[in-house]
T-cell receptor, first 107, second 114 residues
């Protein structure tokens, strides 16, 4: 069974921020939190990852709850190209993908 | 260069055929992975290679046979497949089998078994 739960789908308006939540209540102390996204007809693409502290990169920000049982991927200004399925993975390098969140961006 | 290439893009094979999928990376990564993704489902891990040795087989049927001839190349040999094996087969690589390393995925090979 997947170790993470995410909403099935979310919608956002273009150029607005998007907050994608993920619950990983069974996370252990050494488990990392990774986020990937998969555009139609492509392989998953790495977005960001973290262990305990919040992380920023050119694509997104990752906010990790203090108890590490949940995290939020933040896209600061959604574009039409961000429409994808976003997967949150917690654990080791043996990835167990959950069902992900399908993000729809409205023009 | 963060590219993982996979060939062919599409493959149609009969249940008695033998075919191979190929994956290549030139990032110096020492871990490589095969995933299977059925339509509208998330990817599922099949195999993990670490330093060219098979380290994980997620109870995959023997009709799927992986091979890692060198650190840049990963093959998946297919034999006597079933129609339910039709899926997108994804290859990925990472610097090593460490949780903090991200994985880079190829575009996949879409396999249809007739």
């Amino acid at each position: 069974d997947a170790k993470t739960t995410q909403p099935n789908s979310m919608e956002s308006n273009e150029e607005e921020p998007v907050h994608l939540p993920c619950n990983h209540s069974t996370i252990s102390g050494t488990d990392y939190i990774h986020w990937y996204r998969q555009l139609p007809s492509q392989g998953p693409e790495y977005v960001i990852h973290g262990l305990t502290s919040n992380v920023n990169n050119r694509m997104a920000s990752l906010a990790i709850a203090e108890d590490r049982k949940s995290s939020t991927l933040i896209l600061h200004r959604a574009t039409l190209r961000d429409a994808a399925v976003y997967y949150c993975i917690s654990g080791t390098y043996k990835y167990i993908f959950g069902t992900g969140t399908r993000l729809k961006v409205l023009a | 260069d963060t590219e993982v290439t996979q060939t062919p893009k599409h493959l149609v094979m009969g249940m008695t055929n033998k075919k191979s999928l190929k994956c290549e990376q030139h990032m110096g990564h020492r871990a490589m992975y095969w995933y299977k993704q059925k339509a509208k489902k998330p990817p599922e891990l099949m195999f993990v290679y670490s330093y060219e040795k098979l380290s994980i087989n997620e109870s995959v049927p023997s009709r799927f046979s992986p091979e890692c001839p060198n650190s840049s190349l990963l093959n998946l040999h297919l034999h006597a497949l079933q129609p339910e094996d039709s899926a997108l087969y994804l290859c990925a690589s990472s610097r090593g089998t460490v949780a903090s390393y991200e994985q880079y995925f190829g575009p996949g090979t879409r396999l249809t078994v007739t």
